[in-house]
C-alpha cells in the first residue's frame, strides 16, 4: 500500500495556492516541451526533467480539489482530486517521453512547431509522433469552425445527462452483494461505471474541443473524435487500439524498440495505462490498489496477447458475434475488480458535474440509480 498526504494538509484552491502550486507545474511543463521543439541536448532536458516532476507531484499533493467555495469541503467533489493527479501524472509521462525520445517531435504539415502546439496536442495527431494512431473517421465538417462545434455540441448534450450527480457512495461502498465475488448484481454497477465513464469523458474531451477551436481558433482536424464506437468491437485489440481512446497508446513503444516485439509493445502500453490509473486513484486519499487498479489493465494487455495467439494457431481473427461476446466478457467481466476499488475509495458517489452545470438533471439520469453496499 502506497499511502498520500492527507487530505487535511492540503489547501483548497486559491489564488495563492494557484500560483504557488499549479502554474509553475505547467510552467514547467511548456519549458519541457520548449526544450523539446527547439532541440536542446539532451544532457539540457535530463537536467531540467527532475525541475518538471517535482512541480508536478508538488501540485498533485498541495491542491485538494473537492471545495465549492473554498471554505467547506465536499466529499463528492472528490472526483476533481482524482482528475488533478491523472492530470499531472500524464503531463509528467509526457515530459519523459520528450526528454528521452531519440526522434524530436515535428508536425507532419512541415510547419514550424511550436512548445504551446505541443503541449495541447492529446494525442499527437498531425505530428510525427503519430505513427500507427488510429484516428477516428471525421463526421463533422472540418472546414467552419461555428459549424463544427455546433455539430460536437449536439453530442455533448447527450452524454452530459448520462454522466448522473452519483450512483454511489462518496464514503465507499463494495458493489459485491457477499465475500468480494462479481455477480450480475456488480457486473451490472460495473456496466453502468462504464456508461458513465464513456459519457462524461466524452463530454469533457467534447467541451474541450469546442473551446479551443471557438476560442483559441484551432484547427477543428486537430481534435478528431475521442472514441469510435467502442460498443461495436468484436474484439479487444479493435477494442483498445481503435474504438477506446488512445491517449496512453504511444506507451509501447519502448519495449517494441527494444526488442520485446508486439507482445512487448501491447504490455508496454498497458504497463503505462496501469501507472496512470494507480496514480489517479492515488489522488482520492486513500491508499494505491496496485492489484486491482494496476491488474485490470495487464490483464486486458494479456488478452490482445491471447488474440494475437489464436490468430496464430488457427489462421484466423478474433471477431464475428463470439468475438463480440469475448470482448464484452473479458472488458465487464474483469472490469469488475476495478470499478470495486473505485467504489470502495467513493469515486463513484462522486458528482461528476455540479447541478448549476447539468442541463438535464432528475428523470433523466434516473435510469442508472443503483445501490451500493456500504462496509
Not at 473554498?70 to 509528467?92: K, Q, S, Y
Request: net charge positive; aromatic share 14%; charged share 10%.
Amino acid at each position: 500500500m502506497w499511502s498520500p498526504p492527507q487530505l487535511s494538509s492540503r489547501e483548497p484552491p486559491s489564488w495563492s495556492s494557484v500560483t504557488t502550486a499549479l502554474l509553475p507545474s505547467l510552467a514547467c511543463y511548456y519549458v519541457s516541451a520548449l526544450l523539446t521543439v527547439r532541440s536542446y541536448s539532451f544532457l539540457v532536458r535530463m537536467c531540467f526533467l527532475p525541475i518538471t516532476l517535482g512541480m508536478l507531484y508538488r501540485c498533485s499533493v498541495s491542491l485538494d480539489m473537492a471545495y465549492m467555495d473554498g471554505a467547506v469541503r465536499n466529499d463528492c467533489l472528490n472526483c476533481r482530486n482524482e482528475t488533478l493527479l491523472a492530470g499531472m501524472t500524464f503531463l509528467g509521462m509526457r515530459a519523459i517521453a520528450w526528454t528521452v525520445s531519440a526522434t524530436p517531435p515535428r508536425r507532419l504539415d512541415s510547419k514550424k512547431p511550436s512548445a504551446m502546439q505541443l503541449c495541447f496536442t492529446g494525442r499527437y495527431h498531425e505530428w510525427n509522433l503519430s505513427s500507427g494512431l488510429h484516428v477516428p473517421a471525421e463526421w463533422r465538417p472540418t472546414n467552419s469552425r461555428t459549424m463544427f462545434v455546433l455539430a460536437t455540441l449536439a453530442p455533448q448534450l447527450i452524454h452530459t445527462p448520462l454522466s448522473p450527480n452519483t450512483f454511489g457512495s462518496p464514503t465507499g461502498g463494495t458493489i459485491f452483494t457477499a465475500n468480494g465475488v462479481p455477480d450480475l448484481h456488480s457486473t451490472y454497477i460495473t456496466l453502468l461505471s462504464g456508461i458513465v465513464l464513456y459519457s462524461a469523458t466524452q463530454s469533457a474531451y467534447d467541451a474541450c474541443a469546442n473551446f479551443c477551436v471557438f476560442f483559441l481558433q484551432r484547427n477543428p482536424t486537430q481534435w478528431p473524435s475521442f472514441f469510435d464506437r467502442p460498443w461495436q468491437s468484436t474484439s479487444l485489440h479493435h477494442f483498445w487500439a481503435k474504438g477506446w481512446h488512445q491517449f496512453v497508446a504511444p506507451g509501447g513503444r519502448p519495449l517494441y524498440a527494444l526488442g520485446f516485439g508486439r507482445t512487448g509493445a501491447v504490455l508496454g502500453s498497458f504497463t503505462v495505462s496501469s501507472i496512470l490509473h494507480i496514480s489517479s486513484h492515488w489522488g482520492l486519499g486513500r491508499c494505491s490498489e496496485w492489484a486491482t487498479m494496476g491488474g485490470y489493465f495487464i490483464i486486458q494487455g494479456v488478452g490482445v496477447v491471447l488474440e494475437g495467439i489464436w490468430k496464430k494457431v488457427t489462421g484466423y481473427r478474433v471477431g464475428g458475434i463470439l468475438g463480440w461476446l469475448w470482448t464484452v466478457a473479458w472488458v465487464v467481466g474483469w472490469g469488475n475488480i476495478v470499478i470495486d476499488a473505485w467504489a470502495r475509495a467513493g469515486l463513484i458517489g462522486s458528482v461528476f458535474f455540479p447541478n448549476g452545470m447539468r442541463p438535464i438533471t432528475g428523470s433523466g439520469t434516473s435510469f442508472v440509480t443503483v445501490v451500493v453496499r456500504i462496509g
